[in-house]
């Protein structure tokens, strides 16, 4: 979790994306979770997501499976696909992905690339 944190930290775009950003997300399959905790675009490592601050997106793992291929499959490849397919479920505060949705797909987009390196 720390190297994916740095990762985040330190990448360009999701630092600018998320400049003034602050909430917590929490990324959950069946069986595991990642929380973050998120404020003013930094990441750092969270627990899970209080319902009234935050949000959560809820699959199951074969869908984070396809999602993390080298070619996803139609509606699994970027945030917007799945939850409009109905493939992913989002918790909590809805205002908190919709008011900073890049920075919550670039997110998602490097948790993916670490995802695949651990492969």
């Keep these: ?16 994306h998320g400049r003034y950003y602050s909430t917590r997300l929490s990324i959950i399959s069946d069986e595991d ?30 869908v984070w499976i396809k999602f993390c291929q080298e070619i996803p499959p139609p509606e699994h490849h970027e945030l917007g696909a799945l939850i409009a397919s109905g493939h992913l479920e989002v918790k909590g505060d809805m205002y908190a992905l919709q008011s900073n949705f890049m920075y919550v797909r670039r997110l998602l ?9 651990r492969e």
């Design 1 to 16: 979790m720390e190297s994916l944190v740095d990762i985040l930290n330190s990448d360009e775009v999701l630092r600018r």
């Design 33 to 62: 979770e990642y929380h973050f905790d998120i404020s003013d675009g930094e990441v750092s490592p969270g627990a899970s997501v209080d319902p009234d601050f935050g949000f959560s997106l809820c699959g199951s793992k074969a």
């Design 109 to 117: 987009e490097l948790w993916r690339n670490d995802q695949r390196s």
